[in-house]
Nanobody
Framework: QVQLVESGGGLAQAGGCVRVSCSGSGRTFGSYVVGWFRQAPGKEREFVATISASGSNTYLADGRFTISRDNAANTVYLQLNSLKPEDTAVYYC????????????????????WGQGTQVTVSS
């Protein structure tokens, strides 16, 4: 099990960018697939991006986003570019440990551990 803490959300303008971070606890963070999801008011939680344990593989829901990780710092980053008001949501990171390098997941049920979320608000 890993504890996850998101940070870096806030208010941004349409067309701008924001980077949110997910910090994980423990010495084995580098063996976890990490995903980002978001949930807007009244909507279901949706997939945003995921990255394999070593960072070798990524999968993105939108080409405006990038995901990266620094395992030495136990942190995964989500960069949101060309922001739109519809990107407004609470952004959550999630993790699942894996023994297979290159594995990645993108369904909510595939993840075991979740952070509390960070709010990103995009003004028009």
């Amino acid at each position: 099990q890993v504890q996850l803490v998101e940070s870096g959300g806030g208010l941004a303008q349409a067309g701008g960018c924001v980077r949110v971070s997910c910090s994980g606890s423990g010495r084995t963070f580098g063996s976890y697939v990490v995903g980002w999801f978001r949930q807007a008011p009244g909507k279901e939680r949706e997939f945003v991006a995921t990255i394999s344990a070593s960072g070798s593989n990524t999968y993105l829901a939108d080409g405006r986003f990038t995901i990266s990780r620094d395992n030495a710092a136990n942190t995964v980053y989500l960069q949101l570019n060309s922001l739109k008001p519809e990107d407004t949501a609470v952004y959550y990171c999630a993790a699942r440990q894996t023994a297979v390098d290159g594995d990645y997941f993108w369904q909510t049920y595939e993840f075991d551990d979740w952070g509390q979320g960070t709010q990103v608000t995009v003004s028009s």
